[in-house]
């Protein structure tokens, strides 16, 4: 049987220069070395991170600043916001003041402390809070016929959030709100079912200034209220050792098992990543721990990167924070998010599930072993030390779903809970400087979310002002021809172009406008249309020639990027299969279903991403021949399409497969 690596892996040396603690066992900690290259990968792909660091005066400025930013949204959580465009004015205008202190202008600009002009921008974004704060009933009244100080005012809008988004989240979003704005300006122009009346600078910009369908609509709403308040928690249980935790307790359960290091990465990705919803950085943060013992087990570089990025987008799929999207999606559904949960649970498992075979699958093919168990943690030592840090998160869970509350609340009460919590053990507790540090990250990390929802805010508000998004939903419809299928294909590569190089939220907030209508209009219900929306948004991080979380996870192995960004599409097959399968099996999301249905549809989806894997490594017992992957991918198919014709299908398929390849084994047991 063919080995990946020379090396016994089963080898105590082979780990030797693992994190290790006193006592010779690896732990989830990341050195200052690890934490330094780290942060060198992340600015290197993610734009996002590549932001200035404060000396001085300049830093304790900012800091404060960062925390009074961070206690304002507690405040209007606790006591409530003050009224709706004067509080979301408030928000954009104190993320746009962060972004323009935190990102430099361009390359060459100063890393260490702002510009002049750079301090006139941050200034200048208070200028719009506070004109709407002493005009509130007359930029109101106006709407529709805007003076030209509001014109004024909604174009210093429109530049200051364009210039901070290309700051914090690259060309890509800034490009395509611009090219919203002349198409809404220049409809006329446009050719057939695309043309319409066009409209002046005037009434296009006050549409982005003075009412709740533009810069001020829905995804700033979700920003200033439920992912502040999501990420500030998620900081605070950064600083309570949750990233450890997760670490150490899914090396304790799976780092002995057949390539069990990637079965620890695949674990903890995907915990850390539903909490912190970015995927470059929760491919660094658990892939420079987690990489190095992949490769050290025998899997090659491409692959250890490969196994990260797949997992790490999956975090955002998975309940119950699912990173910050599925807040938006609650709020444009108009559903409780606890709904948002349950129905994106089965789905986000199988995704997992399927990434997990693939790497068992591997791992015996190649001969691969997991890490020694006399260099783990044991599972009960680490529930010990640091097993009350799951209290948070179940306290969490017990808010969302039985406590009638609602989500600010829950969020706010469960980060309380969470420092008491982490307060249990010396060695989790927080300090007050480490309490207040996570106020300042919180306000620090929410900045390039914030613009890119306020960004974003123009292509929706040309989008509603114009009809675009039921002109697209209609051309959808006509290119798919009234088929489902078709319909469901043409929507996934509109939802993957339009991803490509965009932030997860606001990918999934321009293609569910666009796309989840048509699928509506196809007797789809809203919730499968908007998740499968959502699930092609995410995946838009993950397909070449655009692929930001594969691309880190190949500086971090060393591996070739578009090589591990393809690997990554293969290992996460699953979730490009499962949304159709939501889509004609609602029952998928336990929607409108029956326990007894919902458990059945779920089992023999389950037999089918199994087969899926098989016909993508090629391997269960012994080699699996080309023309068996083929029929296995069949049956797969077939296990994973709701029917009951079908599922006997599948099942034929899938005992012949097993008796079939268990004769194969026996037989090169009797050659050997």
């Not at 932001?51 to 304002?72: A, D, E, H």
């Not at 670490?247 to 903890?268: E, F, Q, Y």
């Not at 006509?478 to 294909?489: D, K, M, P, R």
Request: charged residues 10%.
């Amino acid at each position: 049987m063919k080995k990946a690596s020379t090396t016994n892996p089963t080898s105590a040396s082979s780990f030797s220069d693992a994190p290790l603690n006193k006592d010779g066992v690896i732990t989830g900690d990341m050195s200052e070395e690890m934490m330094a290259k780290t942060t060198a990968i992340i600015e290197k792909v993610d734009k996002e991170s590549a932001t200035r660091k404060f000396t001085g005066v300049m830093q304790s400025f900012f800091y404060i600043f960062c925390i009074l930013v961070s206690l304002y949204h507690l405040y209007t959580a606790i006591f409530g916001p003050p009224v709706t465009l004067v509080h979301r004015s408030l928000h954009v205008a104190m993320m746009t003041s962060l972004c323009f202190l935190m990102y430099p202008m361009r390359k060459k600009s100063s890393r260490t402390k702002p510009s002049i002009l750079d301090w006139i921008l941050a200034l200048a974004a208070f200028a719009v809070p506070i004109y709407i704060y002493t005009d509130y009933l007359g930029v109101v009244e106006r709407a529709g016929r805007a003076s030209q100080t509001d014109m004024i005012m909604a174009t210093l809008l429109v530049a200051l959030v364009l210039e901070a988004t290309r700051r914090c989240s690259g060309k890509a979003l800034p490009l395509l709100s611009i090219g919203f704005i002349l198409y809404g300006i220049y409809g006329r122009e446009f050719p057939g079912m695309f043309m319409h009346r066009g409209y002046d600078w005037l009434s296009l910009s006050n549409h982005f200034f003075a009412n709740t369908e533009g810069i001020y609509g829905t995804s700033v709403n979700v920003s200033a209220s439920y992912i502040f308040l999501f990420i500030l928690f998620g900081c605070v249980m950064t600083k309570s050792g949750m990233g450890k935790f997760f670490n150490d307790i899914s090396l304790a359960l799976a780092g002995h098992t057949k390539g069990g290091p990637a079965k620890v990465s695949v674990v903890a990705a995907g915990l850390l990543g539903s909490i912190n919803g970015s995927a470059v950085a929760n491919v660094v943060t658990t892939g420079s721990f987690t990489i190095p013992l992949m490769k050290k087990t025998g899997y090659s570089a491409e692959f250890s990167g490969a196994v990260s990025a797949a997992a790490s987008v999956g975090g955002q799929l998975l309940p119950p924070i699912m990173g910050a999207a599925a807040f938006i999606m609650a709020e444009i559904l108009g559903v409780k998010y606890s709904e948002i949960i349950v129905w994106a649970a089965i789905p986000a498992l199988l995704y997992y599930m399927g990434i997990l075979i693939q790497v068992q699958l591997r791992a015996s093919k190649d001969g691969l072993v997991g890490v020694p168990k006399s260099q783990l943690p044991k599972a009960m030592e680490v529930l010990k030390a640091q097993g009350h840090l799951i209290i948070p998160i179940l306290f969490l869970l017990y808010m969302l779903f039985f406590s009638g509350s609602t989500v600010v609340y829950a969020a706010v009460l469960t980060i309380g809970v969470t420092i008491v919590v982490a307060a249990v053990k010396k060695a989790t507790r927080m300090s007050l400087k480490q309490i207040v540090d996570a106020l300042a990250d919180g306000a620090k990390q929410t900045v390039s979310v914030a613009m890119a929802c306020a960004c974003v805010g123009i292509v929706v508000g040309v989008s509603s002002k114009t009809g675009f998004g039921l002109t697209m939903a209609n051309t959808i419809i006509s290119l798919g021809q009234t088929s489902i299928l078709f319909t469901l294909v043409f929507t996934m590569v509109t939802c993957m172009i339009l991803g490509m190089g965009l932030p997860s939220i606001p990918s999934y907030i321009i293609t569910s406008s666009i796309a989840a209508p048509a699928l509506f209009k196809l007797g789809i219900p809203n919730a499968s249309a908007h998740m499968f929306s959502f699930y092609f948004a995410m995946f838009a991080n993950l397909t070449p020639p655009v692929a930001l979380a594969a691309f880190a996870a190949a500086g971090v192995s060393g591996g070739n990027p578009m090589k591990t960004g393809w690997t990554s599409v293969r290992l996460a097959i699953a979730g490009f299969i499962i949304p159709y399968i939501f889509v004609l099996s609602p029952q998928l999301m336990l929607i409108n279903t029956t326990l007894a249905e919902g458990l059945l549809t779920t089992a023999t989806a389950a037999l089918g991403v199994f087969l899926l894997a098989v016909a993508c490594e090629g391997y269960v017992y012994a080699p699996v021949a080309l023309p068996l992957r083929v029929v296995a991918l069949a049956g797969a198919l077939c296990l994973m399409i709701p029917g009951f014709q079908t599922d006997i299908v599948g099942a034929a398929v899938l005992v012949g497969l097993i008796l079939i390849q268990k004769k194969k084994k026996a037989g090169l047991k009797s050659a050997a």
